[in-house]
Protein backbone atom coordinates (compact mmCIF):
# COMPACT_ATOMS: atom_id res chain seq x y z
CA UNK A 1 0.00 0.00 0.00
CA UNK A 2 2.78 2.33 0.67
CA UNK A 3 5.13 1.93 -2.26
CA UNK A 4 4.19 4.82 -5.33
CA UNK A 5 1.36 3.98 -7.76
CA UNK A 6 2.41 4.39 -11.74
CA UNK A 7 1.21 8.03 -11.76
CA UNK A 8 3.67 11.30 -11.54
CA UNK A 9 5.03 12.09 -9.05
CA UNK A 10 6.09 16.23 -8.74
CA UNK A 11 9.77 16.49 -8.65
CA UNK A 12 9.97 19.55 -6.65
CA UNK A 13 8.38 21.01 -3.41
CA UNK A 14 4.96 21.32 -3.51
CA UNK A 15 4.52 20.66 -7.18
CA UNK A 16 2.07 17.37 -7.22
CA UNK A 17 -0.24 17.08 -10.21
CA UNK A 18 -3.81 18.72 -10.51
CA UNK A 19 -5.09 19.26 -7.40
CA UNK A 20 -7.95 17.01 -6.51
CA UNK A 21 -11.12 16.33 -8.20
CA UNK A 22 -13.91 19.29 -7.37
CA UNK A 23 -16.92 20.29 -8.74
CA UNK A 24 -17.26 20.36 -12.61
CA UNK A 25 -15.38 22.48 -14.86
CA UNK A 26 -17.68 25.79 -15.35
CA UNK A 27 -19.72 25.63 -12.29
CA UNK A 28 -19.23 28.22 -9.50
CA UNK A 29 -16.43 28.49 -7.19
CA UNK A 30 -16.37 26.61 -3.93
CA UNK A 31 -17.86 28.40 -1.42
CA UNK A 32 -14.66 28.57 1.09
CA UNK A 33 -13.38 30.64 -2.06
CA UNK A 34 -15.68 33.75 -0.52
CA UNK A 35 -13.62 34.52 2.33
CA UNK A 36 -10.10 33.11 0.94
CA UNK A 37 -8.14 33.18 -2.07
CA UNK A 38 -7.57 29.39 -3.09
CA UNK A 39 -8.24 27.61 -6.08
CA UNK A 40 -12.24 27.56 -7.70
CA UNK A 41 -12.51 24.04 -6.71
CA UNK A 42 -10.44 22.36 -4.27
CA UNK A 43 -10.65 19.13 -2.94
CA UNK A 44 -12.49 20.04 0.06
CA UNK A 45 -14.59 22.67 1.37
CA UNK A 46 -13.21 24.73 4.61
CA UNK A 47 -15.84 25.37 7.19
CA UNK A 48 -14.50 28.29 9.86
CA UNK A 49 -16.81 26.34 12.67
CA UNK A 50 -15.09 23.03 11.56
CA UNK A 51 -11.52 23.16 12.15
CA UNK A 52 -10.32 21.58 15.38
CA UNK A 53 -6.38 22.51 15.42
CA UNK A 54 -7.26 26.19 14.92
CA UNK A 55 -9.58 26.21 18.22
CA UNK A 56 -6.50 26.92 20.56
CA UNK A 57 -4.49 28.93 18.12
CA UNK A 58 -3.94 32.11 19.79
CA UNK A 59 -3.06 30.39 22.70
CA UNK A 60 -0.26 28.42 20.73
CA UNK A 61 0.93 31.38 19.77
CA UNK A 62 1.60 33.17 22.79
CA UNK A 63 2.83 30.33 24.20
CA UNK A 64 5.75 29.89 21.49
CA UNK A 65 6.49 33.76 22.04
CA UNK A 66 6.74 33.61 25.57
CA UNK A 67 9.01 30.97 24.78
CA UNK A 68 11.86 33.11 22.62
CA UNK A 69 13.39 35.57 25.53
CA UNK A 70 13.61 32.08 28.12
CA UNK A 71 15.35 30.74 25.11
CA UNK A 72 17.76 34.00 24.80
CA UNK A 73 18.47 34.10 28.01
CA UNK A 74 21.88 33.99 28.65
CA UNK A 75 23.08 30.66 30.77
CA UNK A 76 25.37 30.13 33.34
CA UNK A 77 25.77 26.73 31.83
CA UNK A 78 24.36 25.84 28.40
CA UNK A 79 23.75 22.66 26.65
CA UNK A 80 27.25 21.57 27.24
CA UNK A 81 27.46 18.98 24.12
CA UNK A 82 26.05 21.09 21.37
CA UNK A 83 28.15 24.01 22.80
CA UNK A 84 31.43 22.03 22.57
CA UNK A 85 30.68 20.60 19.14
CA UNK A 86 29.55 24.73 18.05
CA UNK A 87 33.09 25.51 19.22
CA UNK A 88 34.83 23.38 18.03
CA UNK A 89 33.30 23.40 14.44
CA UNK A 90 33.17 26.97 13.76
CA UNK A 91 36.25 27.88 15.95
CA UNK A 92 38.24 25.54 13.47
CA UNK A 93 36.69 27.48 10.19
CA UNK A 94 38.01 30.31 11.94
CA UNK A 95 41.36 29.38 12.82
CA UNK A 96 41.83 27.51 9.47
CA UNK A 97 40.93 30.29 7.39
CA UNK A 98 43.14 32.42 9.35
CA UNK A 99 46.38 30.11 8.79
CA UNK A 100 45.50 30.00 5.29
CA UNK A 101 43.88 32.76 3.31
CA UNK A 102 42.91 35.70 5.71
CA UNK A 103 45.30 37.48 3.33
CA UNK A 104 44.45 35.92 0.00
CA UNK A 105 42.61 38.54 -2.07
CA UNK A 106 39.84 36.16 -2.07
CA UNK A 107 39.46 35.99 1.11
CA UNK A 108 36.03 36.70 1.92
CA UNK A 109 35.03 33.62 -0.07
CA UNK A 110 37.02 31.64 1.47
CA UNK A 111 35.93 32.46 5.02
CA UNK A 112 32.47 31.99 3.66
CA UNK A 113 32.99 28.83 2.33
CA UNK A 114 34.28 27.63 5.64
CA UNK A 115 31.35 28.65 7.75
CA UNK A 116 29.38 27.20 4.99
CA UNK A 117 31.17 23.63 5.43
CA UNK A 118 30.79 24.24 9.31
CA UNK A 119 26.87 24.77 9.21
CA UNK A 120 26.72 21.91 7.39
CA UNK A 121 28.40 19.72 9.22
CA UNK A 122 26.56 20.67 12.44
CA UNK A 123 23.54 19.87 10.59
CA UNK A 124 19.56 21.22 10.44
CA UNK A 125 19.41 24.40 13.08
CA UNK A 126 22.74 25.53 11.62
CA UNK A 127 21.56 24.65 7.93
CA UNK A 128 18.12 26.52 8.70
CA UNK A 129 20.00 29.70 10.02
CA UNK A 130 22.46 29.93 6.73
CA UNK A 131 19.39 29.45 4.21
CA UNK A 132 17.97 32.72 6.11
CA UNK A 133 21.12 34.37 5.91
CA UNK A 134 21.33 33.40 2.00
CA UNK A 135 18.11 34.97 1.75
CA UNK A 136 19.64 38.30 2.82
CA UNK A 137 20.74 39.84 -0.16
CA UNK A 138 21.71 43.65 0.47
CA UNK A 139 21.82 42.77 4.31
CA UNK A 140 25.12 40.22 4.17
CA UNK A 141 28.27 40.34 1.85
CA UNK A 142 27.67 38.92 -1.32
CA UNK A 143 30.22 36.06 -0.88
CA UNK A 144 28.26 34.89 2.08
CA UNK A 145 25.07 34.76 0.46
CA UNK A 146 26.35 33.27 -2.42
CA UNK A 147 27.68 30.77 -0.29
CA UNK A 148 25.10 29.68 1.83
CA UNK A 149 22.95 29.72 -1.16
CA UNK A 150 24.37 26.25 -1.61
CA UNK A 151 22.70 25.02 1.83
CA UNK A 152 19.21 24.99 0.44
CA UNK A 153 17.78 21.74 -0.16
CA UNK A 154 20.45 19.77 0.45
CA UNK A 155 19.57 18.08 3.91
CA UNK A 156 19.22 13.90 3.72
CA UNK A 157 15.88 12.66 3.98
CA UNK A 158 15.01 10.70 6.70
CA UNK A 159 14.20 7.36 7.22
CA UNK A 160 11.12 5.99 5.96
CA UNK A 161 9.89 4.36 8.73
CA UNK A 162 10.84 7.39 11.49
CA UNK A 163 8.26 9.87 8.82
CA UNK A 164 5.94 6.65 9.59
CA UNK A 165 6.24 7.22 13.49
CA UNK A 166 5.54 10.69 12.97
CA UNK A 167 2.68 10.89 10.98
CA UNK A 168 0.81 8.17 13.28
CA UNK A 169 1.55 9.68 16.76
CA UNK A 170 0.68 13.17 15.31
CA UNK A 171 -2.63 12.02 13.66
CA UNK A 172 -3.77 8.87 15.78
CA UNK A 173 -4.08 6.00 13.29
CA UNK A 174 -1.88 3.80 11.11
CA UNK A 175 -0.87 5.08 7.75
CA UNK A 176 -2.59 2.19 6.21
CA UNK A 177 -6.10 4.25 7.80
CA UNK A 178 -5.13 7.77 6.82
CA UNK A 179 -4.22 7.39 3.20
CA UNK A 180 -4.75 5.05 0.35
CA UNK A 181 -1.25 5.48 -1.03
CA UNK A 182 1.90 7.57 0.52
CA UNK A 183 4.75 8.05 -1.21
CA UNK A 184 7.69 6.37 0.73
CA UNK A 185 9.69 8.88 -1.20
CA UNK A 186 9.86 12.32 -0.21
CA UNK A 187 8.87 15.73 -2.83
CA UNK A 188 11.94 17.39 -1.01
CA UNK A 189 13.55 17.21 2.50
CA UNK A 190 14.78 20.60 4.00
CA UNK A 191 16.13 21.49 7.59
CA UNK A 192 12.76 21.20 9.36
CA UNK A 193 10.49 18.95 7.51
CA UNK A 194 10.23 17.30 4.39
CA UNK A 195 7.09 16.28 1.97
CA UNK A 196 5.45 13.55 0.68
CA UNK A 197 3.09 13.16 -2.24
CA UNK A 198 -0.18 10.63 -0.76
CA UNK A 199 -3.86 11.03 -1.51
CA UNK A 200 -6.77 10.04 0.80
CA UNK A 201 -9.37 7.39 0.73
CA UNK A 202 -11.78 10.18 -0.62
CA UNK A 203 -9.21 10.21 -3.49
CA UNK A 204 -8.32 13.66 -2.86
CA UNK A 205 -4.49 14.43 -3.67
CA UNK A 206 -2.07 15.78 -0.97
CA UNK A 207 0.99 16.71 0.20
CA UNK A 208 1.99 15.63 3.59
CA UNK A 209 4.35 17.97 5.77
CA UNK A 210 6.35 15.88 8.18
CA UNK A 211 8.59 17.48 10.81
CA UNK A 212 11.89 15.53 11.43
CA UNK A 213 11.99 13.37 14.70
CA UNK A 214 14.13 15.36 16.92
CA UNK A 215 14.43 18.40 14.98
CA UNK A 216 12.74 20.48 17.80
CA UNK A 217 15.03 19.63 20.83
CA UNK A 218 17.75 20.41 18.41
CA UNK A 219 17.09 23.67 17.24
CA UNK A 220 15.84 24.44 21.17
CA UNK A 221 19.79 23.58 22.30
CA UNK A 222 21.17 25.09 19.27
CA UNK A 223 19.81 28.00 20.19
CA UNK A 224 21.07 28.69 23.63
CA UNK A 225 24.47 27.29 22.49
CA UNK A 226 24.15 30.02 20.35
CA UNK A 227 22.88 32.73 22.68
CA UNK A 228 26.16 31.25 25.14
CA UNK A 229 29.06 31.67 22.18
CA UNK A 230 27.61 34.75 20.02
CA UNK A 231 28.85 37.45 22.42
CA UNK A 232 31.92 36.05 22.17
CA UNK A 233 32.17 36.04 18.58
CA UNK A 234 31.45 39.82 17.87
CA UNK A 235 34.29 41.99 15.78
CA UNK A 236 35.63 37.78 15.48
CA UNK A 237 34.07 37.38 11.84
CA UNK A 238 35.00 39.43 9.27
CA UNK A 239 31.79 38.59 7.14
CA UNK A 240 28.57 39.29 9.64
CA UNK A 241 28.33 43.00 8.70
CA UNK A 242 25.38 44.58 10.67
CA UNK A 243 23.71 41.60 11.62
CA UNK A 244 25.98 41.03 14.34
CA UNK A 245 26.15 37.72 16.00
CA UNK A 246 23.87 38.30 19.02
CA UNK A 247 21.60 39.91 16.67
CA UNK A 248 21.64 37.07 14.34
CA UNK A 249 20.84 34.56 17.00
CA UNK A 250 17.84 36.45 18.21
CA UNK A 251 16.74 36.72 14.99
CA UNK A 252 17.17 33.50 13.80
CA UNK A 253 15.15 32.26 17.15
CA UNK A 254 12.30 34.28 15.97
CA UNK A 255 12.10 33.44 12.92
CA UNK A 256 12.63 29.68 13.53
CA UNK A 257 10.18 28.49 16.87
CA UNK A 258 7.20 29.23 15.47
CA UNK A 259 8.19 27.47 12.17
CA UNK A 260 8.17 23.87 14.73
CA UNK A 261 4.64 23.87 15.23
CA UNK A 262 3.31 23.22 12.19
CA UNK A 263 -0.80 23.87 13.31
CA UNK A 264 0.78 28.33 13.44
CA UNK A 265 1.79 27.69 9.67
CA UNK A 266 -1.52 26.22 8.75
CA UNK A 267 -3.11 29.63 10.52
CA UNK A 268 -0.53 31.45 8.30
CA UNK A 269 -1.79 29.90 5.25
CA UNK A 270 -5.36 30.95 6.28
CA UNK A 271 -4.47 34.83 7.53
CA UNK A 272 -2.33 35.15 4.05
CA UNK A 273 -5.42 33.83 1.72
CA UNK A 274 -7.77 35.76 3.85
CA UNK A 275 -5.78 39.03 2.89
CA UNK A 276 -5.26 38.25 -0.38
CA UNK A 277 -9.01 37.95 -0.67
CA UNK A 278 -9.80 40.87 1.34
CA UNK A 279 -7.74 42.66 -1.02
CA UNK A 280 -8.98 40.66 -4.43
CA UNK A 281 -6.01 39.69 -4.99
CA UNK A 282 -7.12 36.93 -6.79
CA UNK A 283 -4.05 36.05 -8.54
CA UNK A 284 -2.31 34.44 -6.05
CA UNK A 285 -3.43 31.34 -4.09
CA UNK A 286 -2.70 29.50 -0.90
CA UNK A 287 -3.02 25.55 -0.88
CA UNK A 288 -6.10 24.74 1.54
CA UNK A 289 -4.77 23.11 4.74
CA UNK A 290 -6.82 20.03 5.67
CA UNK A 291 -9.38 20.78 8.25
CA UNK A 292 -8.70 17.70 10.34
CA UNK A 293 -5.42 16.45 9.26
CA UNK A 294 -3.42 19.11 10.91
CA UNK A 295 -1.14 18.95 14.29
CA UNK A 296 2.24 20.02 16.01
CA UNK A 297 4.29 18.11 13.23
CA UNK A 298 2.06 16.99 10.54
CA UNK A 299 0.48 19.44 7.71
CA UNK A 300 -1.54 17.74 4.83
CA UNK A 301 -2.54 20.23 2.36
CA UNK A 302 -4.11 20.62 -1.11
CA UNK A 303 -1.82 19.97 -4.08
CA UNK A 304 -1.26 22.28 -6.67
CA UNK A 305 0.97 22.45 -9.63
CA UNK A 306 2.53 24.77 -12.17
CA UNK A 307 5.26 26.37 -14.13
CA UNK A 308 8.59 26.97 -11.95
CA UNK A 309 8.61 30.51 -11.16
CA UNK A 310 11.96 31.01 -13.48
CA UNK A 311 10.74 29.49 -16.52
CA UNK A 312 9.82 32.25 -18.54
CA UNK A 313 9.55 30.29 -21.82
CA UNK A 314 6.66 27.90 -20.60
CA UNK A 315 5.00 30.86 -19.33
CA UNK A 316 5.53 33.22 -22.12
CA UNK A 317 4.17 29.84 -24.64
CA UNK A 318 0.80 29.93 -22.22
CA UNK A 319 0.27 33.44 -22.96
CA UNK A 320 1.11 35.17 -19.30
CA UNK A 321 1.75 38.52 -18.25
CA UNK A 322 5.04 37.75 -16.48
CA UNK A 323 5.33 41.73 -15.39
CA UNK A 324 1.83 41.68 -13.53
CA UNK A 325 3.12 38.43 -11.91
CA UNK A 326 5.89 40.79 -10.66
CA UNK A 327 3.64 43.68 -9.85
CA UNK A 328 1.17 41.30 -7.91
CA UNK A 329 3.39 39.87 -5.90
CA UNK A 330 5.19 43.47 -5.11
CA UNK A 331 1.26 44.92 -4.40
CA UNK A 332 0.45 41.74 -2.18
CA UNK A 333 3.45 42.58 -0.20
CA UNK A 334 3.34 45.85 0.05
CA UNK A 335 -0.23 45.44 0.99
CA UNK A 336 -0.44 42.50 3.36
CA UNK A 337 2.61 44.29 5.68
CA UNK A 338 1.04 48.10 5.60
CA UNK A 339 -2.45 47.08 5.82
CA UNK A 340 -2.89 44.41 7.37
CA UNK A 341 0.39 43.69 9.42
CA UNK A 342 1.18 40.22 7.65
CA UNK A 343 2.78 38.62 4.93
CA UNK A 344 4.33 35.61 3.69
CA UNK A 345 8.03 35.60 4.85
CA UNK A 346 9.90 33.52 2.37
CA UNK A 347 9.33 33.71 -1.51
CA UNK A 348 11.91 32.22 -3.59
CA UNK A 349 11.36 30.12 -6.41
CA UNK A 350 10.91 26.77 -4.20
CA UNK A 351 8.04 28.61 -3.17
CA UNK A 352 5.45 29.13 -5.65
CA UNK A 353 4.67 27.97 -9.21
CA UNK A 354 2.60 29.72 -12.13
CA UNK A 355 -0.39 27.85 -13.16
CA UNK A 356 -1.53 27.58 -16.59
CA UNK A 357 -3.63 30.42 -15.91
CA UNK A 358 -1.59 33.09 -14.96
CA UNK A 359 -2.34 32.24 -11.04
CA UNK A 360 0.37 32.14 -8.90
CA UNK A 361 0.11 29.18 -5.85
CA UNK A 362 2.17 30.41 -2.50
CA UNK A 363 3.72 27.64 -0.64
CA UNK A 364 5.57 26.87 2.50
CA UNK A 365 4.28 29.64 5.54
CA UNK A 366 6.34 28.87 8.81
CA UNK A 367 8.21 31.96 7.73
CA UNK A 368 5.07 34.71 8.22
CA UNK A 369 6.08 38.29 9.08
CA UNK A 370 3.22 39.61 11.65
CA UNK A 371 3.45 43.43 12.70
CA UNK A 372 1.56 44.58 15.80
CA UNK A 373 -0.29 47.49 15.06
CA UNK A 374 2.28 49.61 16.00
CA UNK A 375 4.89 48.63 13.55
CA UNK A 376 2.32 48.09 10.74
CA UNK A 377 2.08 51.20 11.46
CA UNK A 378 5.49 52.56 11.80
CA UNK A 379 5.99 50.33 8.43
CA UNK A 380 3.38 52.56 6.36
CA UNK A 381 4.97 55.85 7.65
CA UNK A 382 8.30 54.21 6.67
CA UNK A 383 7.62 53.39 2.82
CA UNK A 384 5.01 56.35 2.55
CA UNK A 385 7.66 59.08 3.86
CA UNK A 386 9.97 57.26 1.40
CA UNK A 387 7.94 58.26 -1.84
CA UNK A 388 8.14 62.04 -0.08
CA UNK A 389 11.70 62.14 0.35
CA UNK A 390 11.70 63.18 4.07
CA UNK A 391 14.29 61.18 5.29
CA UNK A 392 14.20 61.85 9.62
CA UNK A 393 10.54 60.79 9.39
CA UNK A 394 11.54 57.77 7.81
CA UNK A 395 14.50 57.16 10.65
CA UNK A 396 11.43 57.66 13.34
CA UNK A 397 9.66 54.70 11.66
CA UNK A 398 12.70 52.53 11.51
CA UNK A 399 13.21 52.88 15.30
CA UNK A 400 9.54 51.97 15.60
CA UNK A 401 9.57 49.35 13.40
CA UNK A 402 13.09 48.39 15.92
CA UNK A 403 15.94 49.11 14.08
CA UNK A 404 17.21 51.51 16.76
CA UNK A 405 16.85 51.58 20.48
CA UNK A 406 13.65 53.24 21.35
CA UNK A 407 16.33 56.41 23.09
CA UNK A 408 18.39 56.74 19.85
CA UNK A 409 18.80 60.23 19.48
CA UNK A 410 17.17 60.27 15.71
CA UNK A 411 18.88 64.39 15.31
CA UNK A 412 22.72 62.92 15.97
CA UNK A 413 21.96 60.15 14.00
CA UNK A 414 20.61 61.98 10.94
CA UNK A 415 23.90 63.93 11.55
CA UNK A 416 26.37 61.41 11.18
CA UNK A 417 24.44 59.77 8.59
CA UNK A 418 24.64 62.97 6.26
CA UNK A 419 20.76 62.51 5.07
CA UNK A 420 21.16 66.01 4.16
CA UNK A 421 23.75 66.18 2.42
CA UNK A 422 23.43 65.38 -1.52
CA UNK A 423 23.27 61.87 -2.67
CA UNK A 424 26.66 60.03 -3.51
CA UNK A 425 26.67 58.27 -6.96
CA UNK A 426 28.64 54.76 -5.90
CA UNK A 427 29.54 54.75 -9.66
CA UNK A 428 31.14 58.07 -9.29
CA UNK A 429 32.90 57.12 -6.90
CA UNK A 430 36.83 55.60 -6.65
CA UNK A 431 37.14 52.33 -4.93
CA UNK A 432 39.12 53.88 -2.08
CA UNK A 433 36.26 56.04 -1.03
CA UNK A 434 33.55 53.47 -1.50
CA UNK A 435 35.05 50.92 0.70
CA UNK A 436 35.50 54.17 3.59
CA UNK A 437 32.14 55.25 2.75
CA UNK A 438 30.58 51.87 3.55
CA UNK A 439 32.95 51.41 6.68
CA UNK A 440 31.75 54.91 7.96
CA UNK A 441 28.36 54.30 7.48
CA UNK A 442 28.23 50.99 9.18
CA UNK A 443 30.21 52.09 12.59
CA UNK A 444 28.06 55.15 12.67
CA UNK A 445 24.88 52.80 12.46
CA UNK A 446 26.68 50.06 15.15
CA UNK A 447 27.26 52.83 17.28
CA UNK A 448 23.37 53.88 17.39
CA UNK A 449 22.69 50.42 18.17
CA UNK A 450 21.05 49.95 14.81
CA UNK A 451 20.14 45.52 14.40
CA UNK A 452 17.58 44.01 11.62
CA UNK A 453 14.07 43.37 13.45
CA UNK A 454 12.93 39.37 12.40
CA UNK A 455 10.01 41.22 10.05
CA UNK A 456 12.07 44.02 8.25
CA UNK A 457 14.35 41.58 7.45
CA UNK A 458 11.67 39.20 5.89
CA UNK A 459 10.36 41.90 3.97
CA UNK A 460 13.77 42.96 2.54
CA UNK A 461 14.80 39.00 1.99
CA UNK A 462 11.06 39.47 -0.32
CA UNK A 463 11.66 42.31 -2.13
CA UNK A 464 15.52 41.09 -3.03
CA UNK A 465 13.97 37.82 -4.60
CA UNK A 466 11.56 39.82 -6.60
CA UNK A 467 13.56 42.30 -7.29
CA UNK A 468 16.03 39.42 -8.66
CA UNK A 469 12.98 38.31 -10.09
CA UNK A 470 12.91 40.88 -12.35
CA UNK A 471 16.02 40.21 -13.95
CA UNK A 472 14.31 37.00 -15.44
CA UNK A 473 11.15 38.21 -16.04
CA UNK A 474 11.40 41.50 -16.71
CA UNK A 475 14.75 43.14 -17.53
CA UNK A 476 13.24 46.11 -19.45
CA UNK A 477 10.90 47.22 -16.91
CA UNK A 478 11.31 50.74 -16.12
CA UNK A 479 11.89 50.91 -12.15
CA UNK A 480 10.87 54.50 -11.76
CA UNK A 481 7.72 54.03 -13.47
CA UNK A 482 7.12 50.58 -12.13
CA UNK A 483 6.92 52.63 -8.33
CA UNK A 484 4.83 55.30 -9.65
CA UNK A 485 2.09 52.67 -10.89
CA UNK A 486 2.46 51.21 -7.38
CA UNK A 487 2.27 54.86 -5.40
CA UNK A 488 -1.19 55.27 -8.10
CA UNK A 489 -2.80 51.96 -6.56
CA UNK A 490 -2.21 52.70 -2.99
CA UNK A 491 -3.11 56.36 -3.35
CA UNK A 492 -6.75 55.08 -4.88
CA UNK A 493 -7.18 51.78 -2.86
CA UNK A 494 -6.05 53.02 0.72
CA UNK A 495 -5.75 56.86 0.63
CA UNK A 496 -8.23 57.18 3.18
CA UNK A 497 -6.02 55.47 5.66
CA UNK A 498 -2.69 56.67 4.84
CA UNK A 499 -3.85 59.81 5.07
CA UNK A 500 -5.65 58.40 8.75
CA UNK A 501 -2.59 57.03 9.81
CA UNK A 502 0.28 58.64 7.88
CA UNK A 503 -1.37 62.04 7.52
CA UNK A 504 0.25 61.94 3.72
CA UNK A 505 -3.43 62.76 1.39
CA UNK A 506 -2.08 60.06 -0.86
CA UNK A 507 -4.52 60.90 -3.78
CA UNK A 508 -3.48 64.66 -3.95
CA UNK A 509 0.51 64.44 -3.17
CA UNK A 510 2.18 62.82 -6.21
CA UNK A 511 5.50 61.61 -5.21
CA UNK A 512 8.71 62.64 -5.18
CA UNK A 513 10.41 61.09 -8.08
CA UNK A 514 13.75 63.10 -6.93
CA UNK A 515 13.82 60.96 -3.90
CA UNK A 516 12.90 57.53 -5.69
CA UNK A 517 16.02 58.61 -8.08
CA UNK A 518 18.14 58.77 -4.88
CA UNK A 519 16.90 55.54 -3.41
CA UNK A 520 17.93 53.81 -6.39
CA UNK A 521 21.69 55.83 -5.94
CA UNK A 522 20.87 57.63 -9.20
CA UNK A 523 21.39 61.33 -10.57
CA UNK A 524 18.16 63.27 -10.52
CA UNK A 525 18.69 63.97 -14.14
CA UNK A 526 17.64 60.30 -15.01
CA UNK A 527 14.62 60.21 -16.86
CA UNK A 528 14.24 56.51 -16.26
CA UNK A 529 15.88 53.34 -15.00
CA UNK A 530 15.54 49.97 -16.12
CA UNK A 531 16.57 46.65 -14.20
CA UNK A 532 18.88 45.75 -16.94
CA UNK A 533 20.36 49.36 -16.09
CA UNK A 534 19.94 49.04 -12.53
CA UNK A 535 22.12 45.62 -12.18
CA UNK A 536 24.95 47.03 -14.88
CA UNK A 537 25.41 49.66 -12.07
CA UNK A 538 25.28 47.13 -9.03
CA UNK A 539 27.88 45.00 -11.05
CA UNK A 540 29.87 47.89 -11.44
CA UNK A 541 30.15 48.53 -7.81
CA UNK A 542 31.28 45.38 -7.24
CA UNK A 543 33.75 44.62 -9.66
CA UNK A 544 35.81 48.08 -7.94
CA UNK A 545 34.73 46.59 -4.85
CA UNK A 546 36.46 43.80 -5.58
CA UNK A 547 39.61 45.44 -7.52
CA UNK A 548 40.10 47.50 -4.05
CA UNK A 549 40.06 44.27 -1.70
CA UNK A 550 42.90 42.41 -3.83
CA UNK A 551 45.22 45.51 -3.87
CA UNK A 552 44.49 45.93 -0.38
CA UNK A 553 45.68 42.04 0.35
CA UNK A 554 48.33 42.42 -2.03
CA UNK A 555 49.51 45.95 0.27
CA UNK A 556 48.59 43.62 3.66
Known amino acids: MTSPEPEPVAPE???????????????????DCARWSFSDHGPWVLDPDHIPWQWEIDRVRRGTRREIPQLLSHRHLPPLGRTARTLTTIGGALAAWLLFEWRRPSSRRGISRRLRKAFEHLGSSYVKLGQIVSGGEGLFPDELVAEFKLLRDQVPPEPFDEVRAVIEVELGGSLEQLFAWFDPTPIAAA???????????????????????????????????LTWIAPYLVGRIPVAALANPPALVELFAETVIEELDFRLEAQNMLDIAEVLAITDQRSIIVPRPHPTLVSRRVLVMERLSGFAFDDVESMRNAGIDTHALLQAGLIASLEGAMIYGVFHGDLHGGNLVVQPDGTTALFDFGMTGRLTEFQRVAFMRLLMFGTTGDQRAQLAALRDLGAFPPDVDLEQLAVDLQIDGPVKDPTQMSADDLMLEMRDVTKKLLAHGARVPKELMLFVKNTMFLNSATAVLAPDLDMIQQMMAIYTYFASTHGDRILREVGIDASQAAPDTE???????VDSEADSLTFRELQARRDEVREKLAKRRKRGRRAG
Open 191 to 225: SIAQVHAARLHTGEQVVVKVQRPRVAQLFRDDIAA
Open 515 to 521: AMKAAFL
Open 13 to 31: PLRGDVAAEGSEAGSSASP
